[in-house]
């Protein structure tokens, strides 16, 4: 385990609309205010046609192949993520997200691209005083926090 300490700064309160992109809505943001870092939470609605991602389809396989899922028609959703960044100093958001439809359930990483329905709800908890950031991995092309 790599761990590292910090503080919090501001806190936004963020209303996504209709047609707003997720993760880049949330990192030009990141980017317009000069949040470094932060903690997000999100709940709302996504349209259908966004893609996440749920998991490699082999767990030792190299490279790693993901499992790449079109949400069909519109899906509620809870997520919560993280915003760092890269090897550049841009933001970088990383969101887990679980989104239903009627009695079905999905879960994955929202990094390919989801669409907002009328309304998604954020709130954003800005890191200070730390230099947490993602640092590519050769080995798995993920982008790793380095604490």
Request: proline share 4%; hydrophobic share 40%.
């Amino acid at each position: 385990m790599k761990y590292s300490e910090g503080n919090i700064g501001r806190i936004f309160v963020i209303r996504l609309e209709e047609g707003d992109w997720l993760p880049q809505s949330l990192e030009a943001l990141a980017k317009e205010k000069e949040v470094k870092r932060g903690l997000c939470l999100l709940v709302g609605g996504i349209k259908g046609g966004g893609t996440i991602v749920s998991g490699p389809r082999q767990e030792n396989a190299v490279p790693i192949e993901t499992i790449n899922k079109v949400l069909n028609g519109i899906h509620e959703i809870a997520a919560i993520g993280t915003i760092f960044p890269d090897e550049n100093g841009e933001p970088k958001l990383h969101m887990h997200a679980t989104l239903g439809r009627d009695q079905e359930t999905i879960t994955g990483c929202i990094r390919l691209g989801i669409e907002t329905w009328k309304i998604g709800e954020v709130i954003l908890l800005e890191l200070i005083n730390n230099h947490a950031r993602r640092i590519k991995e050769s080995a798995t092309g993920f982008e790793l926090l380095e604490p």
